[in-house]
Structures are given as structure tokens and as C-alpha cells.
């Protein structure tokens, strides 16, 4: 079983910056992309940026577009979430995910993703 786990997470003033990394425990090789979310309380957890395996191509929520970047590390089997110019609006619990196949939809739709990790917080302030 492949387990996430992801680190990073803190507090920061509106404007500031942190890098969030996800470490799969194994090598999985039918994976194919992996996915950061995000999730408020009484929200639904939604897709913020996601990075395919093989070509390192990459997709980002409009909302973060220009201030989040995705990109992983492959030796050391790790994604990453680099946040500039972060907003209160960022403050949320970040979640990785990683998945095999993605279905038809969005891919930031939960579903198409096979395992994740616990979750970080993540919390601006004004």
C-alpha cells in the first residue's frame, strides 16, 4: 500500500510564501499524476494544481494560477507546492493525491484520484 505524506504546512501573513512536499513511502508504477486539493470546512475538497508523472506537464486552478507552482523530484519520489503571494483565501487544509487514470471530467474532481495523504493545514492571515 502507498502511503502520502505531506509537509509544509504553517502560518503565514497575507503575501508570504510556503513550499508543501508530498513523499510517496513506495515506488507505485501505475501511477500517472499527482494532484494537490485543498478543503475548508463545510466545503468540498477541491483540485488545486496537478502534475502528470511522464511528461511533467501541469494544470492549475484559475485561482492560483501565477502563484502556485507544482513540480515534483523524481529521485526522491516527491511532489511539491510552491505558494507565492499567498491570500487570506488560501487557508485551508492541502491534501495530495495521486491516481492512475483519469476519467472523464475535471481533473479536479476527487474521484479521479486512487490514494492520498493525510492533509496539511495551511493558514494566512490579513
Known amino acids: 500500500v502507498v502511503k502520502l505524506v505531506e509537509s509544509g504546512g504553517g502560518s503565514v501573513q497575507t503575501g508570504g510564501s510556503l513550499r508543501l512536499s508530498c513523499t510517496a513511502s513506495t515506488i507505485d508504477p501505475k501511477r500517472n499524476f499527482v494532484a494537490w486539493f485543498r478543503q475548508t470546512p463545510g466545503e468540498e475538497r477541491g483540485g488545486v494544481a496537478l502534475?502528470?508523472?511522464?511528461?511533467?506537464?501541469?494544470f492549475y486552478a484559475d485561482s492560483v494560477k501565477g502563484r502556485f507552482t507544482i513540480s515534483q523530484d523524481k529521485a526522491k519520489n516527491t511532489v511539491f507546492l510552491q505558494m507565492n503571494g499567498l491570500k487570506p483565501e488560501d487557508t485551508a487544509t492541502y491534501y495530495c493525491a495521486a491516481g492512475s487514470r483519469m476519467g472523464y471530467g475535471s481533473w479536479k474532481e476527487p474521484r479521479h484520484y486512487d490514494y492520498w495523504g493525510q492533509g496539511t493545514q495551511v493558514s494566512v492571515s490579513s
Open positions: 502534475i502528470f508523472d511522464e511528461a511533467g506537464q501541469t
